[in-house]
């Protein structure tokens, strides 16, 4: 049965192109002649409808198969869509800045990392990680537009005649760099940058200068670190630059029950042997080393997990000199110090960890400053929820990438 209003035109698919819409194409059923999607051997035409509730416009029929397509159940990416099976056309996600966001749009750059995602077998890795990519890339895109805008708003009329000449310097130093003339240019900017004119090319390129201006005029002078800033991050961090006294004991344990073993052991000594030489031939894990112990102010008497007589016995031990053999109740034992190279302290007035402490300070102060500023944006320019365009951009990517129920 032929559903089709008799009053629905053809249309070329290129109306629903954003900006090139006809005015006069608003019906709210059309159909695509299938000449401008499908091969020329399939001769099935198929419909683009929108449901004229608000909802996404989608495509549906058997003559998708030349049209985008996601992997289906169990299948890879690039595969046709299956018989009646839906795929969004664009959406109309919100406004930024006064400015329309459309789902297309958006998503076009970033198809291919999407469609990488979801051909993953590992679904729920693929799931999580199609969500994170949106989320960040929805935030760093309202972030960037709303940082050019307030770039482009700063720029004083009069200014605005030198930004062109100057664009047009840049333009000409970017062509001779590639190559030297316009088509050499472009074909060296689409092998890096597909799809991406020149012209785009130097408006991103514009873009990135402005913003980055911006900031750095705007936040910069906020992220200011003091002196006693450095003081208190120093002191904060102490220990690693004033690192305690390390002592690296040795021990060879043999029990009593092993006559012979300790018998040799104590002719080996008696032989002029060094405790390493001992643990070598012992075969003995990390030269017999058996605790590295950090001293504080008050020395091997500080260490709480060591017993009296066992603190007595290292107070007396020296690096090199063994101490043994001593008897205990089932084993006998031999003890050294091992060599070891202790940490020299830092001073907070040594220059380059003075200009490290403050790159850092300055790193913090200037995420957090920045991000306080992105807020204010936020809260002047964008009038609508962007928590619900988010919602609406992951809705249309999970309805046109994702064809399997989520995991």
Do not use: C, H
Not at 127 to 143: P, S
Not at 172 to 194: D, H, L, N, V, Y
Not at 309 to 329: A, F, S
């Amino acid at each position: 049965m032929d559903e089709t209003p008799k009053d629905s035109r053809d249309i070329p698919v290129q109306a629903f192109v954003k900006g090139m819409t006809p005015d006069d194409v608003r019906p709210s059923v059309v159909e695509v002649p299938a000449s401008e999607y499908q091969p020329q051997q399939d001769a099935d035409a198929d419909s683009v409808s929108d449901p004229g509730d608000g909802s996404t416009p989608v495509a549906s029929g058997k003559g998708l198969a030349s049209a985008p397509s996601s992997p289906g159940p169990g299948g890879a990416a690039g595969e046709a869509l299956a018989t009646g099976q839906r795929w969004p056309v664009d959406a109309l996600l919100g406004q930024i800045n006064g400015k329309p966001l459309y789902a297309n749009e958006f998503l076009a750059s970033r198809e291919a990392r999407i469609r990488q995602l979801v051909a993953q077998p590992d679904r729920v890795a693929a799931y999580r990680q199609l969500l994170q990519l949106l989320d960040e890339a929805f935030e760093q895109f309202v972030n960037n537009q709303l940082v050019i805008s307030e770039a482009e708003g700063a720029i004083p009329i009069e200014a605005k005649e030198g930004l062109l000449a100057w664009m047009r310097e840049l333009q000409e130093k970017e062509i001779a760099s590639r190559g030297g003339t316009r088509s050499e240019a472009q074909r060296s900017i689409e092998e890096e940058f597909p799809g991406t004119t020149i012209e785009e090319f130097m408006q991103r390129q514009k873009n990135e200068i402005l913003a980055s201006d911006l900031m750095r005029r705007r936040i910069k002078p906020r992220a200011i670190v003091s002196w006693r800033d450095i003081e208190r991050l120093y002191m904060k961090n102490w220990e690693k630059y004033n690192p305690l006294p390390t002592i690296r004991v040795g021990r060879i344990a043999l029990l009593k029950t092993d006559q012979a073993k300790v018998d040799r052991v104590k002719g080996l000594f008696a032989q002029g042997k060094s405790f390493a030489d001992v643990a070598t031939e012992l075969q003995l894990p990390n030269q017999g080393l058996w605790k590295e112990l950090k001293l504080g102010p008050a020395g091997i008497d500080g260490i709480p997990d060591l017993v009296d007589d066992l603190k007595n016995r290292l107070k007396g031990l020296k690096e090199g000199v063994v101490d043994g053999p001593v008897e205990q109740k089932s084993q006998v034992t031999w003890m050294t110090l091992l060599p070891g190279e202790q940490a020299k302290p830092t001073s907070i007035f040594e220059s380059r960890l003075q200009l490290n402490l403050r790159r850092q300070l300055e790193g913090e102060r200037f995420g957090m400053e920045q991000y306080r500023y992105l807020q204010g944006l936020r809260s002047r320019w964008i009038a609508e929820d962007l928590t619900e365009m988010k919602k609406r951009l992951i809705q249309f990517a999970l309805e046109r990438y994702w064809r399997q129920p989520m995991p």
